[in-house]
């Protein structure tokens, strides 16, 4: 029988860090030296400053550290930073968003994906394996590492590679370290996970979770969005909006997003500006309108920035707030639908590669 695997040091809560140190107080010591250490240090000393040795023996013993390596560190002309990552065999993307006075972090929750979606360049590399909750943080660990004294690292968001709700064990344990005191103490509502719409998920982590959940609708009607994202056919619109209703009924002061990636010719006429209100009644919506970022092969292209702009006012005036995210990182393939790590460790990935791209058009 394989030996389970150990538990690691920066994923434990403070309540499991006490109970091996015999106490709060140094377990707080543990953290604050933690969270001082390089974010890639993967080595776990004889002894820590407030801790005697004999107690922190016993985490030396029973505890590691994961493994990440940084592989590639590509800078934007707009500031985001993106990171290839070596994580203990795996490869995944971490970026890092400036903006005035704090930065976003765009975690990975696995290597790959097998979801699908007609517009993702992770859709691409096919699956390799999840991420664990201490690589989810470790990604934030680097970051914050690199974010500007000006732009703390302060927010946190599950969009990058994977299905977050194909993790959600890993996930929610993530979200747990990431927003106790005092490191690094995130509010939940600092933290936003994405889902391609995976229902049971969903439920799930609208119940068990305080963090904020962005939907990925990219879509006014069924028709459209069966094409865009396959798992629509298994958990159609009207059962995933049903999901927030009821989750607002619970939660009336959450917000939810909703994400629509626009596309030309595809789900960007009027008619869509006019259907997405409809379909968001009774739920606390804001709505991100997000340009697709083009990928090499894909056919797939974005409206021009006076259609967005026109789609982004149709909505607005109908009373739900709706913002647009303009491309950030675009230049090092960091933007939003992007991620596609260029180098992946051996063994090769588990399942075939995903079909490259397929043309989608209205009939």
């Keep these: 029988m394989p030996m389970p695997p150990r538990p690691m040091l920066n994923a434990l809560t403070v309540p499991e860090l006490a109970q091996l140190l015999d106490g709060r107080a140094r377990a707080i010591e543990a953290l ?3 969270y001082a250490q ?8 004889d002894a820590i400053p407030g ?29 985001t930073t993106k990171y290839l990552l070596d994580l203990d065999g795996a490869t995944a993307e971490t970026v890092l968003i400036p903006a005035r006075g704090r930065s976003t972090v765009c975690v990975s929750s696995q290597a790959g994906c097998t979801r699908n979606c007609a517009f993702c360049a992770t859709a691409t590399l096919g699956f390799r394996r999840s991420l664990t909750a201490a690589e989810m943080i470790a990604q934030y660990r680097l970051a914050r590492a690199d974010a500007a004294k000006d732009a703390p690292a302060r927010n946190v968001v599950f969009m990058g590679m994977g299905e977050p709700m194909d993790n959600l064990d890993e996930v929610l344990r993530a979200i747990e370290v990431l927003t106790q005191a005092p490191e690094p103490m995130l509010a939940a509502k600092q933290v936003t ?18 963090a904020s959940l962005a939907l990925s609708l990219n879509a006014s009607t069924d028709e459209q969005r069966d094409r865009l994202m396959p798992q629509n056919r298994t958990w159609p619109i ?12 619970r939660n009336p002061k959450r917000v939810h997003f909703i994400e629509y990636v626009l596309f030309s010719g595809i789900n960007d006429a009027d008619e ?18 997000i340009p697709h970022n083009p990928v090499p092969g894909n056919p797939l292209r974005p409206p021009s920035d006076e259609r967005v702009l026109a789609f982004q006012k149709r909505v607005a005036d109908s009373g739900i707030r709706c913002l647009i995210r303009w491309p950030r990182g675009r230049e090092v393939a960091a933007a939003c639908g992007q991620l596609a790590a260029t180098k992946w460790s051996e063994p090769e990935t588990v399942g075939a590669p995903r079909e490259r791209w397929r043309p989608i058009r209205d009939r």
């Design 32 to 34: 604050h030296w933690l």
């Design 193 to 210: 996970v994405s889902t391609s719409g995976v229902l049971p998920g969903m439920r799930r982590f609208l119940r068990e979770s305080r």
């Design 51 to 79: 801790v005697s040795w004999k107690v922190w023996r016993r985490v030396k013993e029973l505890c590691g550290l994961p493994k990440v390596a940084v592989v590639e560190r590509t800078g934007s002309p707009d500031g």
């Design 238 to 249: 009207a059962s995933l909006l049903d999901a927030l209703r009821e989750d607002r009924a």
């Design 38 to 45: 390089p974010p890639t240090s993967n080595e776990i000393p």
């Design 272 to 289: 869509d500006a006019a259907r997405l209100p409809v379909l968001l009644e009774g739920i606390n919506a804001r709505v991100n309108l």
